[in-house]
């Protein structure tokens, strides 16, 4: 099981950078997916996840307002868009499909991570 996190780079604060993740098709109709970070001495968080239900959304509240998840059906794949980037956010970025929520037990299937790096 592959999932394939893609997108990251170097950005000034108050950049942006929007995250892509390509999950495999039957996990992606299934499950929950989920973006989470990990940074530099710290343990990993959940960042947003969108529903594959409903479409509906969670996101951290770090990340409100500055960030925006979203899923593409037919590329089975979702985005993680990011505004106003803080030197805060710098971190691994990973994206994981399970049940929902935000907490890392909550998820099974994960893939490797995309490095972002916020300069100030």
């Known amino acids: 099981v592959q999932l394939q996190a893609s997108g990251g780079g170097l950005v000034q604060a108050g950049g942006s950078l929007r995250l892509s993740c390509v999950a495999p098709e039957r996990l992606f109709m299934t499950y929950t997916l989920g973006w989470f970070r990990q940074a530099p001495g710290k343990g990993r968080e959940g960042v947003s996840c969108i529903s594959n239900t409903d479409g509906r959304t969670l996101y951290a509240e770090s990340v409100k307002g500055r960030f925006t998840i979203s899923r593409d059906n037919a590329k089975n794949t979702v985005y993680l868009q990011m505004n106003r980037l803080k030197p805060e956010d710098t971190a691994v970025y990973c994206c994981?499909?399970?049940?929902?929520?935000?907490?890392?037990?909550?998820?099974?299937?994960w893939g490797q991570g995309t490095l972002v790096t916020v300069s100030s």
């Open positions: 994981a499909t399970g049940i929902g929520g935000l907490r890392v037990g909550e998820y099974e299937y």
